[in-house]
């Protein structure tokens, strides 16, 4: 009996400690960063600025709510109705943070939930200093504008809140926040790091398990919804951004997303994909063969893509910018000895018909912000080189995530083939073993 005794002490003395040391965190990422992310915008603030940073508003009946990427990144709580402010480092209000909050209805509880309430419990959830109720918003606008008549907003707050601040202190000065949040989210941390791979993940996932179901006959709209199960079996809340599965001539549509044609033989269909995992993001697009063999003209073209592609990757290092980027992949195309005729008959290098960037930043959004600034270790980023020809009806993009290192570039989505072969092989049913 005794022994009993003493083993479960010791398992409640482990549990006591494991549950003390367990970072608390939300959405993955723990709340000490979302504490050094506030921080961090603090410090960019000048004396006489502020800055508010609204929520998204609330969903449309029935449809799955998404928070403000912005108020996200700082403070890790998904509910509308809620404003965060954040001060100077130093500001003469004495204060540094503060989450305003409506308070849930009893009626609002039972029908969604409970969500954050502006009490001592949020804080202690969240880690920021100061929760209040949004009806002490006015009268604490009232004494900070007095010393920071300067406000940053984000979009939201610019919609809700503007007309307050002017009725407070009519000259009161609104300015774009986007800037000090674009340089806070450019470079990831290692927790965003491991979300983004997760993200990834799940999009590679989908690929491997749509390609088995191309072939003529099947609509688009069936091989979206294979893509749409995947991601929420590997515990994706949504698309980040709506599914791109383009055949035939929507190949050439660059942001096509009907998907309700039915393929045919002989054509290409190009998917464009992206899991979003506890609100950070994947992008990667393939271009499949629908009877699964590329043509000659299509396997030159595509090889003529990937091309550029893996130019890009050996040629990206720290300092260059995704302008540098582009203008080799420029360059690959224009040199491939391979033509095409534009819309007028003329005949064409196949650079005349890469239409679109070559990267965007990714991360939060899909496009996340970018200032055109050099890349930096811990920046992600896509490389998507691509031609639309749509005298043939051939439209292929190959597009992967990536992040630079010290060396240079890793590709993050490896694990999905791109060679044409690879490709085929991918697309071949799985024989069940005897």
Not at 88 to 105: A, H, K, N, V, Y
Not at 167 to 181: D, G, H, W
Not at 290 to 311: D, H, I, N, P
Not at 407 to 429: F, Q, T, Y
């Amino acid at each position: 009996m005794r022994r009993w005794r003493v083993f479960w002490l010791w398992v409640l003395c482990f549990g006591v400690v494991h549950a003390v040391s367990e970072p608390r965190t939300l959405w993955g990422i723990e709340i000490n960063e979302y504490a050094q992310r506030r921080t961090r915008l603090a410090q960019q603030l000048e004396p006489d600025q502020m800055a508010l940073v609204a929520s998204e508003p609330p969903a449309p009946t029935r449809m799955r709510y998404r928070q403000d990427s912005h108020f996200m990144y700082l403070t890790g709580v998904e509910a509308p109705n809620a404003l965060l402010v954040v001060l100077p480092m130093d500001s003469p209000t004495g204060e540094r943070e503060i989450l305003f909050l409506r308070p849930q209805s009893r009626i609002s509880q039972i029908f969604e939930g409970r969500t954050f309430q502006p009490d001592k419990e949020t804080e202690l959830a969240t880690g920021i200093r100061s929760v209040r109720p949004m009806a002490e918003l006015q009268a604490f606008l009232e004494t900070a504008l007095q010393h920071h008549p300067r406000v940053l907003m984000n979009r939201h707050a610019r919609t809700g809140y503007a007309d307050t601040l002017r009725q407070i202190r009519p000259e009161v000065e609104p300015l774009s926040i986007e800037r000090a949040m674009a340089e806070l989210r450019l470079i990831k941390s290692p927790a965003e790091q491991r979300l983004i791979r997760k993200a990834i993940q799940a999009t590679i996932e989908a690929h491997r398990n749509l390609a088995r179901a191309i072939k003529p006959g099947v609509y688009e709209y069936e091989i979206e919804a294979i893509v749409q199960a995947t991601f929420r079996r590997h515990g994706s809340e949504r698309e980040a951004y709506p599914c791109i599965i383009g055949s035939g001539p929507n190949s050439c549509i660059l942001h096509y997303n009907a998907n309700k044609r039915r393929m045919q033989a002989g054509e290409l269909v190009l998917i464009d994909i992206g899991a979003e995992y506890s609100y950070y993001a994947a992008d990667i697009t393939r271009t499949y063969p629908v009877s699964g063999k590329f043509t000659k003209r299509q396997r030159e073209l595509y090889m003529a893509v990937l091309e550029a592609k893996r130019a890009v990757e050996r040629h990206a290092k720290p300092g260059m910018t995704l302008r540098d980027l582009h203008m080799k992949a420029v360059e690959v195309l224009r040199n491939s000895p391979l033509r095409a005729r534009d819309e007028n008959g003329q005949e064409r290098t196949l650079d005349a018909f890469f239409v679109h960037g070559l990267s965007h930043m990714m991360g939060m959004d899909v496009h996340d912000p970018d200032l055109g600034k050099p890349l930096q270790p811990g920046m992600v980023f896509t490389i998507e080189p691509g031609v639309y020809i749509p005298s043939e009806n051939i439209g292929i993009r190959i597009e992967d995530d990536y992040m630079m290192t010290e060396k240079g570039v890793v590709n993050l989505s490896a694990a999905l083939p791109d060679d044409p072969d690879a490709i085929e092989k991918m697309m071949r049913p799985v024989r069940a073993s005897k």
